[in-house]
Nanobody, 115 residues
Framework: QVQLVESGGGLVQAGGSLSLSCAAS????????MGWYRQAPGKQRELVAA???????NYADSVKGRFTISRDGAKNTVYLQMNSLKPEDTAVYYC?????????WGQGTQVTVSS
């Protein structure tokens, strides 16, 4: 059973930076895209950033210019560099990998930005 293992969350002051990573524990067939979602208390899970197997990226308007998604296809790993963090970025961040047969989700990592 392939699992996604996330790391890199934590507590940071507003204006600071954090880097998240997510690695699959095994091979995933037919990956079409990798992405990061987040869910704040009382809110729905939302897409933060995604990157296709061809390298095309997509960002939520709220993070454009501040967050950068990247991937290492050979390692089935996706990264999220978060700069200029704001208190409203506080949430649990989940990575997602879309395979040909199913979607995979990480366990979530907490990101807290203090004002």
């Amino acid at each position: 059973q392939v699992q996604l293992v996330e790391s890199g969350g934590g507590l940071v002051q507003a204006g600071g930076s954090l880097s998240l990573s997510c690695a699959a524990s095994g091979s995933i067939f037919g990956i079409s895209a990798m992405g990061w979602y987040r869910q704040a208390p009382g809110k729905q899970r939302e897409l933060v950033a995604a990157i296709t197997s061809g390298g095309v990226t997509n960002y939520a308007d709220s993070v454009k210019g501040r967050f950068t998604i990247s991937r290492d296809g050979a390692k089935n790993t996706v990264y999220l560099q978060m700069n200029s963090l704001k208190p409203e970025d506080t949430a649990v961040y989940y990575c997602n990998i879309k395979g040909a047969l199913r979607n995979y989700w990480g366990q979530g990592t907490q990101v807290t930005v203090s004002s």
